[in-house]
């Protein structure tokens, strides 16, 4: 609306994409479980969602994020590939997009999920900046998804507002 006041961290109408990386749930052997929580998560904050594309482990997590990055989201969320089996690569998809880090997201979340358990430690997602977009990889499980939307929650909107240029404190 023109001549509205400017709500802070308001992310009404912009995009977000989700990947899930998962090549089980891509080959039809398994129900992808975290792509709904995701987003369920955008729709409650006022996102406009993309469909969530669910791919197999690898490369294809790479080629998701760059198609969805081309149609400018504010936010792109993964989920999987973030542990340390042989196919999770995730994090070696997404870092060589990110403009810039934000580690201090991805400190969060894993103290989130560690508080409740130790293997969230082992979760080597990323967090960062690809141009205005904000990228973050999420664990593959329901419960360490919502551990990392939890700490998104009080600074999804703010984090927006710079990516976009804005200079609010």
């Known amino acids: 609306m023109a001549g509205a006041p400017h709500v802070h ?27 709904p929580v995701i987003m369920d998560w955008l729709t409650e904050h006022g996102f406009d ?18 198609a969805l990055l081309t149609q400018r989201p504010a936010v792109v969320i993964t989920s999987g590939g973030t542990g340390l089996s042989p196919d999770d690569r995730t994090p070696e998809m997404t870092l060589p997009l990110l403009d ?19 293997l969230a430690m082992l979760s080597r997602g990323h967090a960062g900046a690809a141009g205005s977009t904000f990228i973050v990889n999420l664990p593959g499980s ?25 200079h609010g404190h």
């Open 49 to 66: 969602a993309f469909p969530a594309m669910v791919v197999p482990d690898g490369e294809p997590v790479g080629a998701a994020i760059r």
């Open 100 to 118: 810039r880090e934000i580690p201090g997201i991805m400190e969060g979340i894993r103290q989130a999920g560690t508080a409740k358990t130790p």
């Open 9 to 35: 961290g308001e992310v009404q109408g912009r995009k977000a994409g989700v990947v899930i990386a998962s090549t089980r749930a891509a080959a039809g052997l398994y129900q992808d479980e975290t792509g």
């Open 142 to 166: 329901p419960k360490g998804v919502m551990d990392g939307l939890s700490v998104l929650d009080p600074v999804i909107g703010h984090l927006c507002d710079q990516l976009e240029g804005g």
